[in-house]
C-alpha cells in the first residue's frame, strides 16, 4: 500500500475534492427539484412530513405524546410511540438553529434538501472508513463513489424525505467509528459509536443490520482467536451504552432484550465476558487446573444457557422473528403467510439487472476489493468482508436493502481502483524499493541464473524457480551429509519459495502503464455517464407529479394527484373520511388534511383487509362496510385514461388477495378470474368483477368519454363496452383532468327509507318500479 | 236385501280404494329407495375402486360424466392432467405424486362417503377437457355435493399459481371446502433420511479431519477467499431472485431474441444469471490478476503481453456485459465495443 504524501499541495487538494465530491453528490441529487419545483416525493415523505411540521409548530413534547385521530380511522395512531424520530427531530433541530440565526427558511425546504446533505456527509464518511482500511487516495474515491452511486441515489434525492436518507450517513459512519475503536480500543470511540448507534436507532428500522453485524465481527474475531482488550473494551462499551441508549426509543422498548433480532448482540457480550474471565483467571492458576476449570466452566455454562433460553422463548419472554425479518430468511415465508409483505415492491427479490443498474462497474470491482482485504486481513478488513458477504445476500432477497450494500460496495471497489491506480501509476524509487525489498531482482531475470548457488544465498535472491534449482541442487550435491542438513536446506528452500511469491516488480513499460490507466479511466467515465442518466432518468421522478412527452416532444406536466388532494382540501367537511387503498393514506393525510382509514404503516392487517373487502365486493355488501365506518368519501386511482399502470384496478389483485386472507367467505380471488384464468375487465370480465365497487368506479362514466363507441382502458389495452357500470350508493364527486384520481361521495341513507338501488332508479325515472307496484 | 248388497259394495269400492293407495305409496316409496340405492350403488362402486387404488379413482370421459351425474350427494375434486411424456407436461408429473397423497389421505377418514378423488388424463377425457374449455394442464376442480340437476355442475378451481404445487395447502384447500379433515402423511423418505445420515457423518468427519490437522484447512485463507467470492458472485447476479421466483433455466429462442435472456427488466432465466455471474467472475479476476499477478512477472515483454491480453479480456468482457444489458433494458444508451 503507497504511504501518504507529505506535501502541502496533498494537504490543500485532500479538503478540496472532498468539498467538490460533496458538491457533486448534493448537486446531482437536485434534478427533480430543478425540473418541477420544491415537492416531498412519494408517499413515506409525506408522513415524515406532516409529523415534522407538528414537532416544529407544537414542540417536542406535545410530538411526543401525539395522538393522531386522522389516521386509522376510527383506531387512531399514538404517532410518538411508533415512529422512529430521527429524521423529524434531525430536520425540526436544523429548521430551529437556522431561525435562531434569522434565516427563515421554510420547514418544507429544510426537509426537501435535507437527504441531499446528509448524502454529503455520507461521502465524507465513506472517505474516513477508507481511510482506516488502506490509504486517503482509497478514501477519496470511496466518497466520489458513495456520492454518486445510484444504489443510494435512489433513496435521497431532493423531496425524498425518508428515514433512509440520513440512515445511510449513520450507517457508514458508526461502521467508521467501530473501526476505530477497535483499532485503538479506547472507549472513547467505543461510546461515539454506542452514540450514533443511538441516533441510528432513533432514525431506522435498518438498524438491526448494525446490531448484527458489529457482534459478528467480534465474535469472527474471537473465532479466529484476535481476541484482545481493544475488542473487549469497545465492544463492552458499544453494547452496554448504545443498547441501553437504544431502549430510550418508544417504538424500541423493550426489544433489544427480547427479540431475536437483538439476541446476537447480547449473546456475543455475555461470550466475551465469559472469555475475558477466562484469560484473567488463566494468568493466576496453574495450567491444568487451569483446563478443567475451563472445561467445567464451558459445560455449566451451556447447560445454564440452553435451559434458560428454552425456558424464556417458552414462557413468551422472547418473541419470535417478526414477518418482516423473518422474510429475510425464510424467502418464501412472505409468499404464503403475509400477502401485505409481498404485495409492497420493495420488499420484493432483486434481480442481476437492479445490482447493475445501480452500481454499474463497481458491482465486478467490488469483489475484487474482497480480495484485497482478504490479503490484508487486518481486524477491520474482517469487518469489510463480513459486511459485504451478509450485506450481498440481504440485497439480494429484498431490492430496499441494496441501500446497505451499496456502502460496502463503494468503499470496497474503491480500495480494488486505487490499488490498480497504485500499482500503475507508481514511478517513485521511494516506493519501487518498498514494493520490491530486493532490487537485484529487476537485473536478473530468471533465465539467467541457470548456475547453482549454496542454498543458504537462494534464500535472498532468486526467483521461485532459481530458488527451487538451487534447492535441489544443493540437495543433490548434500546427499552424503547427515540427514539435518537435507531438512535444513529444504527449509531453506521453502523460505526462499515463500519470499519469491511476495516478490513484486515495477510495471517496467511505459504503455503497459497507460493502457491500464487510460482503461481505468475510460470506465470511471462511463460510471459518472451511467449514474447521471439512471439518476436523472429513473430516481429523479417525484411520483406525485408525472411527467411525459407529448407527441411533438414538449413536456406535459401531469398534476392530477395535487389537483384531487387540494379538492378534498378544500371541498368537504373538517373531520370528512376518506377510503382509498393504503399506498395513498399518508399523501392524503398530508395534503388532502382529512380523515383516512389506512395508511402505508401497514400494522393492521384486518383493518387493510376491511377496505380491501369494501374495494371487491358487490355495492350492497359494501355499502353496509362504508357506513359502518363512517366514510364518507371513496378516493381511487385510474390509469385508464392517460395510460398510468400504477393504478387501482392494477393493485387490485391484491387488494382482493389480502381481503381473502380475512374475510374468505366474502371475497374469493377464483371469481375475478375468468374460466381460461386471465384477469379481464372488458367485455369477458367475470361477473364478480364487473359487480365489485373498485370496477364500478374505476369505469363509471368511461365509455361516455369516447362518445359512446370503442372506449379503450390504455393500462390494459381492453376495449371496454359501450354501457359502462351503474352506481346506487356512491354519486361521484370529482374527476381529476387526466381522470387519474376519481373521487366518490358515499350517499347518505335514502330519506324514504328506499333501497338506494331503488331510489337511484327512481331518480332515473325508471317507471318499472311503479308498474311493478301496480302490479301488486 | 238390497241394503246388504249397497254395503257390500261400498265395502269392496273401500278396499279397492285402500288396496290401491297402499299400492300406489308402495310404488312411490320403492321409486324413492331406488334413488338411494342409486346412489348407494355408485359411493359403494366409487369406494371399491378408490380403495383398490389408495384413493385414486381414474376416470374416462364417460366415467367422468357418471360420478358427476345427478343423484349424487357426495363431493368430487377432479384432476385434469396430461400425463403422458408427449405432453411434456412437467408440472402434470411434479403434482402427480403430490395429488396420490392427499388421496391417500382419504382411506384414513372416517366417513369414506363424502368426497372422492378422482383423475382424468387428457388421453382418456378429450372432450372433457374441450367441454370445460380447458386449454392447460393440470387443472384442478372441485365439485361440491348438490341436488341440483343443472348440466354444468358448480366448481371450484384451485389456484396453482397462488398455492403452489404441494400437497399440503392443496389438502387445506380441499378441507376448507368439504369441512373433512383429510391429513397429508408423506411416506417416510429413506433416500432422503439417508443423503441426511450421510451429510451428517460427512460433515461430522470433516469437522474431524479438519480439527486434527489442528485447523490448517479451516485457517487456509484461499478456503475463505473462495467461499467469499463465490457467495458474492451468485448473490449479485440475482442468485436469491432464482431462489425465491423459481424462474424456468432458460427458454426456446423465439423471433431473434435468444432463449436464455428472459423478456423484461425484472425478469430472469437461470442460465442467464449464470452468465452473468461469470462475466462478474471474469471482469474481477482480470482486475485482481492486474493488481496481483502482473507485477508478480519479472520479464518486461511477457508483462507487457500479460497487460495487453488483460485489458483485452476486460474490455471485451465488459462490453458483453453491457449489451447483455442493453437488451434487458433497450434504452440504455453506453456501450464499449459492440
Known amino acids: ?291 478443567t476449570l475451563l472445561k467445567g466452566g464451558i459445560a455449566a455454562v451451556a447447560i445454564i444457557a440452553a435451559v ?62 474482497v480480495y484485497l482485504c482478504f490479503k490484508e486481513l487486518k481486524d477491520e478488513h474482517v469487518f469489510i468482508i463480513l459486511y459485504s458477504v451478509f450485506a450481498s445476500y440481504f440485497a439480494g432477497v429484498m431490492v430496499r436493502l441494496m441501500l446497505t450494500l451499496t456502502p460496502v460496495v463503494c468503499v470496497s471497489a474503491a480500495i480494488a481502483y486505487s490499488t490498480l491506480l497504485d500499482t500503475y501509476l507508481e514511478t517513485s524509487k521511494h516506493v519501487l524499493a518498498v514494493t520490491s525489498p530486493d532490487a537485484t531482482a529487476i537485473a536478473a531475470p530468471v533465465d539467467v541464473t541457470p548456475e547453482v548457488k549454496p542454498a543458504g544465498n537462494g534464500a535472498g ?63 470511471l467515465f462511463m460510471f459518472a455517464w451511467h449514474c447521471t442518466y439512471v439518476t436523472s432518468g429513473s430516481y429523479s421522478s417525484p411520483s406525485i407529479v408525472l411527467a411525459s412527452r407529448q407527441q411533438d416532444g414538449s413536456q406535459m406536466i401531469i398534476d392530477d394527484f395535487r389537483e384531487a388532494y387540494y379538492w378534498l382540501r378544500k371541498n368537504t367537511k373538517e373531520d370528512a373520511k376518506v377510503m382509498s387503498w393504503w399506498d395513498y393514506g399518508y399523501q392524503m393525510a398530508g395534503m388532502a388534511n382529512v380523515t383516512t382509514l389506512v395508511d402505508n404503516n401497514t400494522w393492521n392487517n384486518t383493518h387493510i383487509a376491511t377496505v380491501g373487502k369494501a374495494m371487491s365486493t358487490s355495492e350492497e355488501v359494501s355499502y353496509k ?25 392494477n393493485k387490485f389483485l391484491w387488494m382482493i388477495r389480502i381481503a381473502e386472507g380475512v374475510y374468505p367467505n366474502d371475497v374469493k380471488e377464483a371469481n375475478f378470474f375468468t374460466p381460461r384464468g386471465e384477469y379481464k375487465v372488458d367485455h369477458d370480465a367475470t361477473k364478480t368483477m364487473k359487480e365489485s365497487l373498485m370496477y364500478k368506479m374505476s369505469y363509471y362514466r368511461f365509455a361516455e368519454l369516447y362518445g359512446g363507441g370503442n372506449a379503450v382502458d390504455h393500462v390494459r389495452s381492453a376495449r371496454m363496452p359501450a354501457e359502462g357500470p351503474t352506481l346506487s350508493v356512491l354519486e361521484e364527486a370529482y374527476t381529476t383532468e387526466n381522470w387519474l384520481v376519481r373521487i366518490y361521495k358515499v350517499k347518505d341513507l335514502d330519506i324514504l327509507g328506499r333501497d338506494l338501488k331503488d331510489s337511484t332508479a327512481f331518480d332515473k325515472g325508471k317507471v318499472r318500479k311503479v308498474s311493478s307496484l301496480k302490479r301488486k | 236385501m238390497g241394503q246388504r248388497r249397497r254395503t257390500f259394495f261400498f265395502t269392496v269400492a273401500l278396499a279397492t280404494l285402500l288396496t290401491l293407495l297402499i299400492t300406489s305409496t308402495a310404488t312411490l316409496f320403492t321409486n324413492a329407495q331406488t334413488t338411494d340405492d342409486l346412489i348407494a350403488k355408485k359411493i359403494s362402486r366409487l369406494q371399491a375402486k378408490a380403495a383398490k387404488t389408495k384413493g385414486v379413482i381414474e376416470l374416462d370421459s364417460l366415467a367422468f360424466e357418471d360420478v358427476l351425474a345427478q343423484p349424487r350427494n357426495y363431493s368430487m375434486v377432479i384432476l385434469f392432467t396430461a400425463i403422458s411424456p408427449e405432453f411434456q407436461c412437467a408440472p402434470c408429473k411434479n403434482f402427480d405424486p403430490e395429488y396420490r397423497l392427499v388421496a391417500a389421505g382419504w382411506s384414513k377418514i372416517p366417513d369414506k362417503s363424502q368426497i372422492f378423488f378422482g383423475i382424468l388424463d387428457f388421453k382418456a377425457g378429450q372432450s372433457i377437457f374441450q367441454k370445460f374449455n380447458m386449454n392447460s394442464a393440470p387443472s384442478l376442480l372441485y365439485f361440491p355435493a348438490t341436488d341440483s ?165 476486460i474490455t471485451v468482457m465488459y462490453s458483453i456485459l453491457l449489451l447483455f444489458f442493453r437488451a434487458k433494458n433497450p434504452s440504455y444508451p453506453y456501450r464499449l465495443l459492440f
Not at chain 1, 500 to 506: C, F
Not at chain 2, 205 to 219: D, E, N, P, Q
Request: proline fraction near 5%; glycine fraction near 8%; charge should be positive.
Open chain 1, 461 to 523: 535472491t532468486g526467483s521461485k524457480k532459481a530458488a527451487a534449482k538451487a534447492a535441489a541442487a544443493a540437495a543433490a550435491a548434500a546427499k552424503t551429509p547427515a540427514k539435518s542438513a537435507d531438512t535444513d536446506a529444504k527449509a531453506q528452500a521453502k523460505a526462499a519459495a515463500a519470499a519469491s511469491g511476495k516478490k513484486r516488480y515495477p510495471i517496467f513499460n511505459f504503455d503497459s502503464r497507460a493502457l491500464v490507466v487510460l482503461q481505468l479511466t475510460w470506465f
Open chain 1, 625 to 649: 362496510v362504508l357506513r359502518q365506518h363512517d366514510v364518507d368519501y371513496v378516493l381511487i386511482l385510474f390509469g385508464g385514461v392517460i395510460g398510468y399502470s400504477g393504478d387501482d384496478i
Open chain 1, 1 to 291: 500500500m503507497s504511504t501518504e504524501s507529505p506535501s502541502t499541495i496533498a494537504k490543500v487538494l485532500k479538503p478540496t475534492i472532498l468539498i467538490l465530491i460533496a458538491i457533486v453528490a448534493i448537486s446531482s441529487r437536485l434534478f427533480s427539484i430543478i425540473r418541477f419545483e420544491s415537492v416531498i416525493h412519494e408517499f413515506d415523505p409525506w408522513f415524515n412530513y406532516r409529523t415534522t411540521q407538528h414537532l416544529v409548530k407544537n414542540g417536542f413534547y406535545d410530538f411526543w405524546n401525539w395522538f393522531d385521530e386522522k389516521s386509522w380511522y376510527p383506531l387512531g395512531r399514538v404517532v410518538g410511540g411508533t415512529v422512529y424520530p430521527g429524521i423529524m427531530v434531525t430536520s425540526a433541530l436544523i429548521h430551529n438553529v437556522l431561525h435562531f440565526f434569522n434565516f427563515p427558511v421554510d420547514i418544507r425546504n429544510v426537509c426537501v434538501f435535507l437527504a441531499p446533505m446528509f448524502s454529503g456527509l455520507t461521502a465524507f464518511s465513506a472517505y474516513l472508513l477508507t481511510k482506516e482500511l488502506k490509504d486517503s487516495s482509497a478514501g477519496l474515491l470511496a466518497a466520489a463513489f458513495l456520492g454518486v452511486a445510484p444504489g443510494y441515489i435512489s433513496r435521497s434525492v431532493a423531496g425524498s424525505y425518508d428515514n433512509e436518507g440520513i440512515a445511510i450517513f449513520l450507517l457508514v459512519f458508526t461502521f467508521y467509528l467501530w473501526i476505530k475503536a477497535v483499532k485503538t480500543g479506547s472507549a472513547f470511540f467505543g461510546l461515539l459509536t454506542a452514540l450514533f448507534y443511538f441516533y441510528m436507532v432513533s432514525a431506522w428500522g435498518g438498524y438491526v443490520f448494525i446490531t448484527n453485524l458489529v457482534p459478528l465481527h467480534a465474535f469472527t474475531l474471537l473465532l479466529m482467536g484476535r481476541f484482545s482488550n481493544r475488542l473487549y473494551v469497545s465492544y463492552s462499551t458499544f453494547y452496554a451504552v448504545g443498547t441501553l441508549l437504544s431502549m430510550q426509543i418508544p417504538f424500541v422498548g423493550f426489544q433489544p432484550t427480547r427479540t431475536s433480532e437483538h439476541m446476537a448482540a447480547l449473546g456475543v457480550f455475555g461470550l466475551l465476558q465469559l472469555y475475558a474471565f477466562a484469560e484473567l483467571i488463566r494468568g493466576y492458576i496453574p495450567p491444568k487446573q487451569f483446563q
Open chain 2, 149 to 313: 340437476s343443472a348440466s354444468s355442475p358448480s366448481f371450484d378451481r384451485y389456484d396453482f399459481g397462488k398455492s403452489g404445487f404441494q400437497a399440503e395447502p392443496f389438502a387445506n384447500w380441499v378441507n376448507a371446502r368439504s369441512g373433512l379433515h383429510i391429513k397429508v402423511q408423506r411416506p417416510f423418505d429413506f433416500v432422503a433420511f439417508a443423503l441426511k445420515v450421510m451429510g451428517v457423518t460427512g460433515a461430522l468427519g470433516l469437522a474431524h479431519f479438519l480439527y486434527s490437522r489442528g485447523g490448517k484447512v479451516i485457517r487456509s485463507r484461499y478456503l475463505w477467499v473462495a467461499v467469499s467470492l463465490f457467495l458474492i458472485f451468485i448473490f449479485i447476479s440475482g442468485h436469491m431472485w432464482n431462489q425465491i421466483r423459481h424462474p424456468p433455466y432458460s427458454m426456446p429462442s423465439r423471433d431473434g431474441r435468444p432463449g436464455f435472456i428472459a423478456a423484461g427488466f425484472q425478469n430472469q432465466f437461470g442460465l442467464e444469471t449464470q452468465i452473468v455471474s461469470i462475466l462478474y467472475a471474469v471482469l474481477c479476476g482480470g482486475a485482481i490478476s492486474l493488481m496481483s499477478s502482473i507485477p508478480r512477472i519479472d520479464s518486461p515483454p511477457r508483462q507487457r503481453l500479460a497487460v495487453i491480453v488483460w485489458v483485452a479480456v
Open chain 1, 308 to 369: 434458560g433460553l428454552t425456558i424464556l422463548s417458552f414462557s413468551g419472554v422472547i418473541a419470535p422473528f417478526t414477518g418482516r425479518f423473518y422474510s429475510l430468511y425464510d424467502t418464501g415465508y412472505a409468499k404464503i403467510h403475509i400477502p401485505i409483505i409481498a404485495s409492497v415492491s420493495e420488499h420484493q427479490p432483486t434481480a442481476w439487472t437492479s445490482f447493475f443498474f445501480d452500481l454499474q462497474m463497481l458491482i465486478f470491482l467490488f469483489p475484487a476489493g
